[in-house]
C-alpha cells in the first residue's frame, strides 16, 4: 500500500501524466454523495464560476464531502485506474490538438465487462477536455485484445487511425468536436447528474 501511495504522490507531481483510482462505489463502505452539487445564480458551480461542472465535479470532489470519505473504509472497493499521458511528440507547436493518450486498467476480475471501464474512461475525458483542455484522446491495443477493442470502438466511437505491426498494436482516436470539425464528447452521468452539455 505504501508503495502504491509513493507512486501516486509522484504521478500527482508529474505533469505529463494524470491518473484517478477507479472506484467501484457498490463497494464502498463510506460514500457520502450529496444531493444536490452548489451552484451560483448563474447555475455554474459555486467558488468556480467558470469551470465546467465536469471539472469542478472530479477535481474539487464538490459531489462528495471530503471530510467524511475515509480511503482507508474503501480499499477493497479499488478495482483499477484510468490515466492520460501527455508526450512532448504528441503535442509540439505545430500540433492542432492537445493530444492525450489514455489508459484504462480494471484489475478485479469480477468488475470486467460490467461497464465500469468504459464509465471511467467517460469520467476521465470530461475532465481531460474541460479541465486540461485535451481535445484528442488516442489508445493504444493489442490486437488481440478484443474486450478492449471493443469497447473503444462499438462502446466508445473511438476510430482506428493506425496499426504497427511490430507491436500488433491497434491505434484509436476520439476528437472532440471543434469548430464543427470532430464529435461530441460522451455523455456520463456522474453521482445523478448529466456531464456531458458542452
Not at 465535479?57 to 464531502?65: E, F, K, P, V
Not at 490515466?83 to 505545430?94: G, K, Q, T
Amino acid at each position: 500500500m505504501e508503495e502504491e501511495i509513493d507512486m501516486q504522490q509522484t504521478w500527482r507531481d508529474d505533469e505529463t501524466k494524470c491518473t484517478f483510482i477507479v472506484l467501484a462505489t457498490s463497494d464502498c463502505e463510506s460514500l457520502p454523495i450529496t444531493t444536490t452539487p452548489t451552484v451560483n445564480d448563474d447555475g455554474a458551480p459555486a467558488d468556480h464560476a467558470s469551470a465546467h461542472p465536469a471539472a469542478t465535479a472530479i477535481t474539487n470532489l464538490s459531489l462528495i464531502d471530503q471530510n467524511l470519505f475515509e480511503l482507508s473504509q474503501n480499499l477493497k472497493a479499488m478495482v483499477g485506474d484510468v490515466n492520460l499521458f501527455f508526450h512532448s511528440y504528441d503535442n509540439d507547436e505545430d500540433s492542432i490538438h492537445k493530444t492525450a493518450e489514455l489508459d484504462v486498467m480494471t484489475a478485479s476480475v469480477r468488475h470486467r465487462r460490467s461497464g465500469i471501464g468504459s464509465e471511467a474512461v467517460r469520467i476521465m475525458m470530461q475532465y481531460g477536455h474541460h479541465a486540461l483542455g485535451v481535445t484528442r484522446f488516442y489508445v493504444k491495443i493489442k490486437e488481440e485484445n478484443e474486450a478492449s477493442l471493443n469497447m473503444f470502438e462499438n462502446t466508445l466511437c473511438f476510430v482506428k487511425c493506425g496499426y504497427a505491426a511490430c507491436f500488433k498494436e491497434v491505434e484509436l482516436e476520439y476528437i472532440i468536436n471543434t469548430n464543427g470539425y470532430g464529435k461530441e464528447l460522451p455523455a456520463v452521468t456522474l453521482f445523478g447528474f448529466k456531464l456531458g452539455d458542452i
